[in-house]
């Protein structure tokens, strides 16, 4: 059975802190690996990653994927109170058009 | 404003009412889904179509029952549904293919009594 596992599931740090965000997963026909920022209702997009070792990085946001350990982690730096949110990371099937498999989120708090 | 939009935002119903749930996607996209969030569990896709055709059904319960006329617009029917069913529903669309761009509607909230 695929898995996608996250970790923590929640966290509170202060303004200015920096936050790792972690995902493993466990899956067959592995496609690549997405992070989202869900706030109030609807998932926006972060990063797609498909290969290992390779740092992609937006403003504050970064992130990076470990395929022979199966995992991911996703990098805050230098918080803000607008980062709080919940942080999902999905990984794609690749015999399944369009099949995501999501972890259950991380719970970002950043508190002023 | 998301170019993915879903009516109704919030509904109550019965056990034994039918609705629907809508979905539009103006961004011109070939590909709609549906997916389940409920509390505490992870997000979960229960159908796919490219094209007007459905190409997933995850398992879903038959008292779930997804149309898509054409590729802008997707709908949910709904009927004899349980309590457990309560759960805020997302649409998504994307390009062929294009992870990038599978953009997530508003999401409808539904509460079964």
């Known amino acids: 059975e695929d898995k996608v596992v996250q970790s923590p599931l929640s966290l509170v740090v202060h303004e200015g802190d920096t936050v790792t965000l972690n995902c493993s997963y466990e899956?067959?026909?592995?496609?690549?690996l997405l992070w989202y920022k869900q706030e109030k209702k609807a998932p926006t997009f972060l990063f797609m990653l498909?290969?290992?070792?390779i740092e992609k990085k937006s403003g504050r946001l970064s992130s990076i994927l470990d395929k022979k350990e199966l995992f991911s982690i996703l990098n805050i730096t230098a918080t803000q109170t607008g980062d709080s949110a919940v942080y999902l990371c999905?990984?794609?099937?690749?015999?399944?058009?369009?099949?995501?498999?999501f972890g259950a989120g991380t719970q970002v708090v950043v508190t002023p | 404003e998301t170019g993915v939009t879903q009516t109704p935002r919030h509904l109550v119903m019965g056990m034994t009412n039918k609705k629907s749930l809508k979905c539009e996607q103006h961004l011109g996209h070939n590909a709609m889904y549906w997916y389940k969030q409920s509390a505490k569990k992870p997000l979960e896709l229960m159908f796919v179509y490219n094209f007007k055709e459905q190409t997933e059904n995850n398992s879903v319960p038959s008292r779930f029952s997804p149309e898509c006329p054409n590729s802008s617009h997707l709908f949910l029917h709904l009927h004899t549904l349980q309590p457990e069913d309560s759960a805020l529903y997302l649409c998504a669309s994307s390009q062929d293919r294009s992870r990038e761009t599978q953009y997530f509607g508003p999401g409808t909230r539904l509460l079964v009594l």
């Open positions: 999905a990984v794609e099937i690749t015999d399944s058009w369009g099949k995501l498999q």
């Open positions: 498909t290969s290992s070792g």
């Open positions: 899956v067959t026909n592995f496609r690549s």
